[in-house]
C-alpha cells in the first residue's frame, strides 16, 4: 500500500483526528520494532487491547515492508550503534566473510545497537507521525 493510499484511507475511515493518530502512529512503532515477522500479529494484539482502529493500525505497522526494511533497519542499527557508544564495532566485522551459517555469530555484536536504535527510531518516528498526522486530519476535516 503506498504513502498516498495510507492517507486517502486515513481521511475516509471514521474516527476523531487523535483516535485516527494514536492507531496510525502506534503501528508505526510497531513496523519499525526490532520484532521482525511478528509485526501484522503485534499491530492487531495492540489495536485489539487498547481498542483502536485496526486497519489503521495496521496500515502503520506495514511502513516496513520489503521496499523499506533494509533502509529502515539500517538506519535504527546505525543510531543503535551510535547510541551505545558500540561505533568501533563495525571495525571488528568482517562483512566479506559472511556466510548465512556464520551470519549470526559475525552479527550478534550488533544485536544490542539494532534493538536498542530501532525501538529509538520506531518512538521518534511515530511521535513525529502523530502530531504530523494530527494537524493534517484537523486541518482537512474542518475544511470539510
Known amino acids: 500500500m503506498a504513502l498516498r493510499d495510507r492517507i486517502r484511507l486515513l481521511l475516509t475511515v471514521k474516527g476523531s483526528p487523535a483516535e485516527l493518530s494514536l492507531s496510525f502512529s502506534i503501528g508505526v512503532f510497531i513496523g519499525m520494532s526490532p520484532f521482525l515477522g511478528l509485526h501484522t500479529l503485534l499491530a492487531l494484539g495492540v489495536a485489539a487491547l487498547f481498542r483502536l482502529n485496526k486497519l489503521v493500525t495496521l496500515a502503520g505497522a506495514y511502513v516496513t515492508n520489503p521496499w523499506t526494511i533494509l533502509p529502515i533497519y539500517t538506519l535504527g542499527t546505525w543510531l543503535g550503534i551510535k547510541v551505545t557508544s558500540h561505533g568501533n ?25 539494532f534493538f536498542v536504535g530501532t525501538l529509538l527510531l520506531g518512538t521518534l518516528s511515530s511521535l513525529i507521525c502523530y502530531f504530523s498526522l494530527y494537524a493534517l486530519l484537523k486541518r482537512i476535516r474542518k475544511e470539510e
Open 89 to 113: 564495532i563495525l571495525q571488528h566485522i568482517d562483512f566479506r566473510g559472511i556466510r548465512f551459517f556464520n551470519l549470526i555469530d559475525l552479527l550478534g555484536d550488533l544485536f544490542l545497537p
